[in-house]
């Protein structure tokens, strides 16, 4: 312990001198929270049909001040330890919270205060194929203001990796599922220190030890005891921590059903238990001792009891034993010397309130520029599709594989009767390929959610910047490349027409088709959270669609009730544009006229001496219902800008506004 308080942590900034930085390192930095008859409650709905709702108290009328050291928040499972850290942390959705934080006497909300802190989630939320170097490094270039200079930011980085021991793997990989990383110490304490970044004057952790060792979990708390001590606020919930990281705690909360049984100086929880009837047997943990005295459990019963309070509870417990001790836990407390001294700091705290410019609640400021946020946040998008590319070449062999099928299937493909078949075959199958090839956009947004969520309400950057960072990486590593390889392999062996401008108007057709796909498939899962669930909707929308995309079905024959779908048909539209493309000028007849039958120079749309045979493209087109003007290839690829412009605003107003406080 007193090694650990003479380690100093001294972020560098932007001071003018050394001297002046160690001195103000020296000065407490952290904040006095407090707050003020908090009370939380949440809307239960039940049933399918005939949904009844019931109102659940989750947090009961808390009153408290935590200053500057480390403080933790213990209770049962259930007690509501994490929703009261997230209230104290400003990441609670309003809705059903009642009662007031105060951040050094000014309203937590005017502060947007959840940017201005820390906070290190339960499940490290890091990106695992980036180094524990570019993790730090990401966070000090979205976080720390643009006035900082480059080298500032990296000497930060630096420092901060030697102080929390990470120096030996400062340049491994994280690790994810399948590369292996660091140890679930280093990894906790990479997280901690994406947080540190800014050298926050309050730092919320959630059970930081779960998940670690022993051993490991102690180092971590005796890392953050070394931060504490140097004027820190930190605020963590934990689960019954071993007494080695009990004894370390500066203050106590203890939460029962959301109602509070004790909150001030950790060393002295046993002497106030003690004192209203609960003395901790020799050798036992104090951590497990207070939940087996809340949870009514015998074997954390004093052996010695006051005549007071053994009279109550013991009346109490007849009846209904855990709720009754409960009751008597909280009554015993408001009725103590803790309780009378924090409320009136409280009232202190209270009179003096501060009152600044107010801001809309929940507002997040950003410390840089959108571009700069996009270059960084596009960097490391691309730096996690290169390290990890099983998505990419798995696309990429798909589309490799299938074309070379394809291609040998219809080798060649003959400029007759067959001939008409085998290339409209091939083109609705290659648009309805198209579309459903991007099922694998439905993870765009699903997969790493919970590390959005944490960075876009921690300030990291805009929902805009992630929306165009993601949509750019995965057009281009997933859908440009690998269509463009598919293309220049199937159109060459089906044979198709031979000229530069029908390929690259067939490139750019398959490409459309593909982007307005992928768009869909964005707007269809951005708000969902299972995988599975979004590509079930995925495919019954795409098969719909296929119904309606020109060869299934004779579109001028639908019923005028249907007839509406084939609007929304994206493979329509790009079918439409590929039979324009390719059937405009071809002949399928010229092998089979007979010597004596003359065809007038003017006759590019008779079939002349071979009467019931398509013997052009434009016929076969028309026999369709397919118009094929240069204005109507142009109207089916405005159709397919308008659809995947529409896709994409959806799929951005629905990450925009995706519940992001729990």
Known sequence: MDSAN???????????????????????????VSFHNIQYKVVLK???????????????????????????????????????????????????????????????????????????????????????????????ALRLPSSVPQGEKEARVNHLIRELGLTKVADSKVGTPLIRGIS????????????????????FLDEPTTGLDASTANSVLLLLKKIASHGHTIIMTIHQPRYSIYRLFDSLTLLVSGQMVYHGPALNALDYFTNIGYACEPHNNPADFFLDVIN??????????????????????????????????????????????????????????????????????????????????????????????????????????LALVVGAIFFNVKDDQSGIQNRMGVLFFISTFQCFNTVTAAELFITGRKLFVHEYISGYYRVSVYFLSRILADVITLRTFPTIIFCCI??????????????????????????????????????????TLANILIMITFAFMMIFSGLLVHLPSVKPWLAWAKYISIPRYGLAALKINEFVGLKFCEDLVMPNATMSPDSTNSSVSLAGLICTGEQYLDYLGVEYTTWDLLANYMALIVMAGIFLMIAYLKLRFIKKFT
């Open 184 to 203: 679930g110490g280093e990894r906790k304490r990479t997280s901690i220190g994406m947080e540190l970044i800014t050298d926050p004057s309050v730092l």
């Open 490 to 531: 199937v159109y060459y062996m089906i044979g198709l027409k031979a000229t530069a401008s029908a390929f690259i108007i067939f490139t750019l057709t398959v490409m459309g088709v593909g982007y307005t796909a992928a768009a869909m498939t964005m707007a269809m899962s951005a708000d969902l959270s299972v995988v």
């Open 296 to 401: 009514g459990d015998s074997t954390g019963t004093a052996i010695s009891k006051t005549q007071g309070s053994e009279e109550l509870c013991l009346v109490k417990e007849s009846s209904s034993p855990a709720q009754n001790i409960e009751e008597c836990l909280v009554e015993q407390y408001r009725n103590s010397c803790y309780f009378r001294d924090t409320q009136a700091e409280l009232e202190r705290i209270s009179q003096c309130k501060q009152s600044i410019n107010p801001t809309m609640s929940r507002i997040v400021p950003y410390t840089t520029s959108f571009f700069h946020q996009l270059h960084w946040v596009l960097k490391r998008t691309i730096k996690d599709l290169v390290r990890n590319p099983q998505v990419a070449v798995a696309q990429l062999v798909m589309n490799i594989f």
């Open 46 to 140: 039940s049933g399918f049909l005939c949904k009844k709702t019931t109102t659940r108290k989750v947090l009961v009328d808390l009153n408290g001040i935590m200053r500057p050291g480390l403080h933790a928040i213990l209770g049962p499972t259930g007690s509501g330890k994490s929703s009261f850290l997230d209230i104290l942390a400003a990441r609670k959705d309003p809705a059903g919270l009642s009662g007031e934080v105060l951040v050094d006497g000014a309203p937590q909300a005017e502060l947007n205060f959840k940017c201005l802190s820390g906070y290190v989630v339960q499940d490290d939320v890091v990106m695992g194929t980036l180094t524990v170097r570019e993790n730090l490094s990401f966070s000090a």
């Open 6 to 32: 003479d380690i100093h942590i001294a972020m560098p900034d932007d001071r003018t001198t050394n001297d002046t930085a160690v001195e103000l390192a020296k000065q407490p930095s952290g904040s006095t």
